[in-house]
């Protein structure tokens, strides 16, 4: 933390410190933006310029244009969760994580909103559609509110790692609930949706979180051991109630 001194980590006068080159850096907001404003104006081009894209002119159907609309708004969200909700415990990172998490989303929504937008695109039934968007919706919502939490973890003048509590973090008992809304959102969207691609991104995405989700889970219990006054951490699936 910025907080701290150099004599907090017990380092005194005589002490030798080595620091690492860790390369040009940029900031984590950044970052953040540009790989999520690709994705929220790339799909909904496909169905804004579908003439241009296809070569051909048609009147989309009703589930690629609420597909569109729940593409943009999600990455609307993140990016407005980037810049008003998100702590970021880190400052920078290498900018080769900027091409690097570009090239994954602009890919994507590439890929996603060509064959969602197809002129030839064969929708799947009304009822499928619409439980599908409900799922997305409610998943979205979910995944802020699980956000909010998290960002008021710590406490003015507070550091260190917290347990987070509240909604799905209890009920059913996550230790990843924003990851579990988020993965549970594009559930929704495949399933009103039906493509190859979007299926794709839903299972590399969600691959990402569950190793994110482990290695957090593993920290927490770490530091919340029970022992010596420290609270116990309580008993919780990790981020996909009832598979891990």
């Excluded at 969760?81 to 994580?97: D, K, L, Q, R």
């Excluded at 995405?205 to 609270?231: C, N, P, S, T, Y």
Aim: glycine share 10%; net charge positive; with cysteine.
């Amino acid at each position: 933390p910025r907080s701290l001194k150099l004599s907090d980590y017990g380092i005194k006068d005589g002490d030798t410190l080595i620091f690492k080159d860790l390369g040009p850096q940029i900031g984590y907001a950044t970052v953040f933006f540009w790989e999520y404003f690709g994705p929220m104006v790339i799909f909904p081009l496909m169905y804004l310029c579908r003439e241009v894209v296809y070569g051909v002119a048609f009147q989309p159907q009703p589930i690629q244009t609420y597909a569109t609309i729940f593409w943009f708004a999600h990455y609307a969200k993140r990016i407005l969760e980037t810049w008003f909700v998100h702590n970021f415990s880190h400052g920078t990172m290498p900018i080769a994580n900027l091409f690097r998490n570009c090239g994954y989303y602009w890919t994507f929504a590439a890929w996603c909103g060509y064959f969602v937008c197809h002129p030839k695109y064969t929708a799947v039934g009304q009822t499928q559609q619409y439980v599908g968007l409900a799922l997305g919706v409610a998943m979205e919502l979910s995944n802020l509110y699980c956000h909010l939490i998290l960002a008021n973890l710590r406490k003015p003048g507070v550091t260190g790692y917290q347990i987070p509590r509240g909604f799905l973090f209890d009920f059913p008992g996550i230790t990843c609930a924003n990851y579990f809304a988020e993965i549970m959102a594009w559930f929704g969207f495949n399933i009103a949706t039906q493509s190859v691609a979007g299926y794709t991104f839903m299972v590399c995405g969600g691959g990402q979180m569950v190793e994110w989700a482990i290695a957090k889970h593993k920290r927490l219990r770490r530091q919340f051991d029970g022992k010596e006054g420290r609270e116990k951490y309580p008993r919780r699936w990790i981020i996909m109630p009832p598979f891990l």
